[in-house]
């Protein structure tokens, strides 16, 4: 099957620092962002994040929003790639 580039998702992994005692609330708010999934919280703040967007526009306004919510101390991404074919994931 031939794919356009339209039809690409980029890919990005993060890891979000957050203020022990806001995490939680942090998580929460991860969670009600589109395409965004936490997979995982250290008892420090630390966290792994995933964005998955329809372009790099997206990718970045994502990150931008993550890095500006209360409770955020820093934010880097740590991975970017394009998937031509998110449905086939292994």
């Not at 969670?31 to 967007?53: F, K, S």
């Amino acid at each position: 099957m031939n794919t356009t580039a339209s039809e690409a998702i980029s890919i990005s992994s993060l890891i979000v620092g957050a203020q022990p005692a806001k995490a939680a609330a942090v998580r929460a708010s991860l969670g009600t962002l589109a395409g965004v999934e936490v997979h995982a919280v250290t008892e420090d703040g630390r966290m792994i994040v995933t964005v998955e967007a329809a372009s790099d526009d997206a990718t970045v306004q994502a990150f931008e929003t993550i890095r500006r919510l209360p409770g955020v101390l820093s934010a880097a991404m740590v991975y970017h790639r394009y998937e031509s074919d998110p449905d086939g994931e292994v």
